[in-house]
Each structure stands twice: as structure tokens, then as C-alpha cells.
């Protein structure tokens, strides 16, 4: 499956954006899926997850409680509303699929990646 990732941009501190991961050659049904981002002379972090099997989600500390991961099988989609948002979670942002059902936060777990999004948030 081959995945993009859109809907970064720049935004202020305090605002929100809804990244989008849409999937082609493929379902995301049956895929869990995770969110991770880069930033600049960082490794590339965990977000979020979602398990395709059962819906349950995991999210970094840094984010829990601010960002939402989602998904609708019928628009083979996936997303990330991000709210509250500061300069520290400027980053480019990946979505990830693996046929697994899992929730790691592990790179190494994720077989498939989309190209990545760059989310700029200004102080």
C-alpha cells in the first residue's frame, strides 16, 4: 500500500490543522496506523496509533490530550487533528501502516510509509 500524507502548513501557536493519510494500491481496513514526525537534527518520534482491530489508540505524552489520530475505512483514510498546537511540534509529519495490529511506537514496526507533511508552527 503507498500512502500520503497531506494538510501540514504553517500555523500559529494556539491553532490546529487535520493531517490526512490516504492510501492507494491497497485498504487501510485491515492496517493499523501511526503518525511520527521528524524534526530538524532529531530522530523521527512517535505520535499516535491506531489499531486497525479494535480502534484502540496510544499517543506520546508530549501530544496526549491535544492531538486526535482517527481513521474511516470507507475514505481508506486516516487522520490527525492536531489542537493547541506550539512551536515544539514543528516537525515534518509521516503516516505509517503496518498489517500488524499493533500500537508500537517503533519505527522498525512500520512496513509502510507516506512521504511526509511539514507542519510549522510559529511562536
Known amino acids: 500500500v503507498q500512502l500520503q500524507a497531506s494538510g501540514g502548513g504553517l500555523v500559529q501557536a494556539g491553532g490546529s490543522l487535520r493531517l490526512s493519510c490516504t492510501a492507494s494500491?491497497?485498504?487501510?481496513?485491515?492496517?493499523?496506523v501511526a503518525w511520527f514526525r521528524q524534526a530538524p537534527g532529531k530522530e523521527r518520534a512517535f505520535v499516535a496509533a491506531i489499531r486497525w482491530s479494535n480502534s484502540q489508540t496510544d499517543y506520546a505524552s508530549s501530544v496526549k490530550g491535544r492531538f486526535t489520530i482517527s481513521r474511516d475505512n470507507a475514505e481508506n483514510a486516516a487522520y490527525l487533528q492536531m489542537n493547541d498546537l506550539t512551536p515544539e511540534d514543528t516537525a515534518v509529519y509521516y503516516c505509517?501502516?503496518?498489517?500488524?495490529?499493533?500500537?508500537?511506537?517503533?519505527?522498525?514496526?512500520?512496513?509502510?510509509w507516506g512521504q511526509g507533511t511539514q507542519v510549522t508552527v510559529s511562536s
Open positions: 494500491g491497497g485498504t487501510l481496513s485491515r492496517s493499523s
Open positions: 505509517a501502516a503496518s498489517i500488524m495490529s499493533t500500537l508500537s511506537p517503533r519505527t522498525y514496526a512500520w512496513k509502510s
